[in-house]
């Protein structure tokens, strides 16, 4: 076997490690796979690069061109998956577990430029929530506005995901404009390695927007600053000493982790022996033991049924669990590799013998397995552990001890409240799951368990098919969670940008807001001057062009034909003994869409131009009834604009529709597309 020197890359150059360099096993063979090392590196000047040079070339760049830069690196690490598949049995791993890695990975970079791209602005600010009229006549406001930190981002990875650990982090670092430090875990580096040197050889990167650690960190923590922020995957020891380092605690660095926890699976009390809910359970149970050898972070370690059906649950896992053949990963026939070391293996063993003394092993042997493969008999192998704890209230290390591999605690619960009580006692969990077909007890846990877990995943016969399962976590939706798994936030897709970025309030005039943020403001000036708004292409189009329409008088035949050629023939437009009864009507009124086809009419210039298509209306409100005889005017301005692609580009107008007393009788946002 040929043994790989990982390389570091820093200063925008790849350097080997000087000194002693540290040999790493293959989980499989046990035999060296490739070395490793930092020595010579200069932490100090890898951050100052990041800083100077990484921040900068970033932030040039908007939320859009950054998003169109992380889908091209998800694409080139697709292209080239093989290269990373022909690693990927060293660590352990099977190529159905690599594929939640690698392809999990691109994936990530995938949906969050994704959701970038339809959701943040093509801007280099993210507007936070509506703008805050401070003052009484609106001359001073506020608008909360997020912009991307001028530090750089330090990602730690954990040994089990080398490629979806780096990615997951490294895409909504770069969208928020902060250049990274990457550092993966010592015993699968390789697999980072060769996955990062795919995003260099794009040349997709700015300078300076990302770095790669494949050693000791040295002496980096000791350069960061409050502008930084540390994100870190792993152990919940190695967690508290990183959280604890003095510059940590002096610079008021942020510090983002998710931490390996004791995640629960409940079988809910509607749930029988015969239903498919326990079959659902069963198989999800014996699936998180196997996939990944058990290390997952999102792995169920205690699967929780109730008490009648203990010694079924028990039979029925025990038995999916025996059809699991273990051994080299890289045979079609082999279901489950190796832990990734046998240092990891010794430490599973070592926390099996701990909760064996609360707990029965019922099935499986860590002292021993049966392994497929002539040349696996010296890997990192450990049977798959199925435990049973009848008295878990009585037990400590259930619920406090992870043995992170193929190991997971049977425990029944008395009732509803108990089974909750069971879930929460883990202190705080990234996941749990309950299998229910029953609404009521769906809202029951979430409602009691919701603040000890950051995602609940409720499976049931109808959601089976289509779903990800207890323990994916999904580009879309945050993944981390309260106390013991460290507190910390990630993906959520553009929520986990905004990690990287500082939250600030901007106080000002109208004006001020409207010149800062890139989106007009209401009270802010306006350009009312010929030619219509509808006449300008894209980028010709000036934030705060406004139209303000001539009037129109709504009469009660306008509403009545409405109401004939629509079919709503509601009473409060129909019916004036009824409508006057009505505590929001004066009487008869106008249809709201009527208005707002109306207002159309007003604002509309009909010939062709730059206007492609009206696609939508966003945040509708009607705020005034009109009634026969009133007259409304409209006045239209353009609020915001994003480019879309080398055609044509969204353009949010504000509408504003009064009546002859000047009050509002109707607020939205219009949505088209401009031809660039």
Known sequence: MSVTTLKNYALGEWKEGEGELVSIPSAVTGETVAKTGSGGLDFKAMTDYARDVGGPNLRKMTFMERAVMVKALGLAVMERKEDLYALNAHTGATRKDGWIDIEGGAGTFLGIASKAKRELPDDTIILDGPVEQISKNGTFMAQHVYTSKRGVAVLIDAFNFPVWGMMEKLAPALIAGMPAIVKPATATAYLTEAAFRILIETRLLPEGAVQLIVGSTGDLFDHLGGQDVVSFTGSAT???????????????VKFVGEQDSLNACMLGPDATPDS??????????????????????????????????????????AERLAKTTLGDPSREDVRMGALVSQSQRDDVREKVAVLAGEATIVFGDPASAAVIGDNAQQGAFVSPILLRCDKPWEANAIHDVEAFGPVST??????????????????????????????????EVVAGSGAFHGRIAIINRDSAKESTGHGSPLPMLVHGGPGRAGGGEELGGVRGVKHYMQ?????????IL????????????????APHPFRFKFHELAIGKTIETKTRTITLQDIEHFAEFTGDTFYAHMDEKAAAANPFFPGRVAHGYLILSFAAGLFVDPAPGPVLANYGLDDLRFLTPVSPGDTIKVRLTARSKKKRNDDYGEVRWDVLVTNQNDEAVATYTLLTMNAI
């Open 503 to 511: 939250r600030t309030a901007i106080q000002g005039s109208p004006d």
């Open 514 to 529: 409207s010149g800062v943020t890139n989106s007009w403001v209401n009270g802010a000036a306006t350009q009312s001057d």
């Open 238 to 252: 190695t967690a508290a000493k990183l959280k604890a380092h003095p510059t940590i605690i002096r610079e008021s």
């Open 276 to 317: 498919p809910e326990f079959d659902l359970f069963v198989k999800e149970v014996a699936r998180e033991m196997t996939v990944k050898a058990g290390q997952k972070c999102t792995a169920i370690r205690r699967a929780l049924v109730p008490a009648a059906m203990m010694d079924a649950a028990e039979k029925a896992v």
């Open 410 to 443: 049977l425990m029944p619960y008395d009732d509803f409240n108990d089974a909750i009580a069971l879930c929460n006692r883990g202190g705080g969990s990234l996941v749990m799951s309950l299998f229910s077909h029953d609404p009521l007890v769906a809202r």
